[in-house]
């Protein structure tokens, strides 16, 4: 079993910050990769930020130079620091990590419930 708990998102005005947490639990072996996607309504799911397990960081154009992926493996734990927060940021962020359980041969992809930023004008 595996479960993403999410938590940070919340109301801010535009140019204001918030950090998002995801923590990864479960009966884990390894996790190849965790980020953050993110729905906004009407639209399409889209990559925000990803972290691999070697560290290597890939973001978004919209979110370059103003949101920071950063983890602690030993929390099994992603952070999305976002600064100067716009408008268009505005959307449920759902947590993704690609892991593999104890017992099984293959990675799987694992989301969670999705927590809502919603920034104001």
């Known amino acids: 079993q595996m479960q993403l708990v999410e938590s940070g998102g919340g109301l801010v005005q535009a140019g204001g910050s918030l950090r998002l947490s995801c923590a990864a639990s479960g009966s884990l072996f390894s996790i190849n990769a965790m980020g953050w996607y993110r729905q906004a309504p009407g639209k399409q799911r889209e990559l925000v930020a990803t972290i691999t397990s070697g560290g290597s960081t890939n973001y978004a154009d919209s979110v370059k130079g103003r949101f920071t992926l950063s983890r602690d493996n030993a929390k099994n734990t992603v952070y999305l620091q976002m600064n100067s927060l716009k408008p268009e940021d505005t959307a449920v962020y759902y947590c993704?990590?690609?892991?593999?359980?104890?017992?099984?041969?293959?990675?799987?992809?694992?989301w969670g419930q999705g927590t809502q930023v919603t920034v104001s004008s």
């Open positions: 993704n990590a690609d892991a593999t359980l104890w017992g099984s041969y293959y990675a799987n992809t694992y």
